[in-house]
C-alpha cells in the first residue's frame, strides 16, 4: 500500500492531509524519514509520524485498565469517561467489548470490530469474565454451590447462570468469581441477593484475556494477535 494511502486510513485523514504531514518530514518508514506519498508500506513496515508509531489500518483491539471513577460511555455529564484516557484517531468508530460500572476498576476490551465484541457479550457464546471480589461481610460457606447453582435476582426472570467461586482471602473477603453472563451490575446483585454487599469489584479476565500486570490505572495497550484470535476459539 502506498504511504499516503496508509495514513489516509489509519488517521481517517483526506489525501491533501496526508501528503502534508508527510511534505512535513515527520513521518519515518522503518526509522527512514520519507517525504514521498508514493512510497511503498507492507504489513511489517514500522510507519511512525512525530515518534509515534501509527497502527497499521484496520481494526483496532485494545486493552485498557479503568480506573474507579471512570464510565464506560462516550459521553457523559457528569463523569469522565474512560475514552478520555485513550489518545487515537476516530475514536467515533471504537466501543466497549463489555462495560464496568464507574466504580468497577479492571480489564476493559475497547475496538471498532462489532463482530469480535459480539462474541464476547453476546449471552450466546457464554464468554467468562473473571472479577476479583472484595465483600462487606465474611463469604458464606454456602455461596460455592449457590452460585454454582444459579441465583434468582429481583426483576430477572431466569437465575443466573453457573457461577465459580474461589476464596482468595477469607480474613480480607476477597474471592474471585466467573460468569459467563452481563447483566446489569451483575455481580453485586448477586452478592446482594446473597445478602451480602461488593465494597469492591475488579475485573481480570474476560475469554483468555487476562489484564496485563505492567498497565497502571488508566494506561492501555493493542491487543496482540494471539489474544485477539483467542476470542473465536
Ligand atoms: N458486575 C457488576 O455488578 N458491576 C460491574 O461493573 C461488572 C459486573
Redesign the pocket.
Known sequence: MRLDKYLCDALGATRKEATKIIKSGDVTVNDVIQKNGSVKVTDNSVVEWQGREIQKPGPRYIMLFKPDGFVCSHEDGFNQTAFMLLDEVKMEDLHFAG???VD?TGLVLITDDGKWSHRITSPKHKCE?T?RVWLADPIGSDYAEKLAHGIELRNEKMPTLPAKLEIVDPKENELLLTITE?KY?????MFAALGNK?EH?H?ERIGQIELDETLEPGEYRFLTQEEIDSVWH
Open positions: 462495560r464496568l460500572d468497577t469474565k472479577y452481563g451490575h451483575q455481580v453485586k446483585r461488593v469489584l475485573r
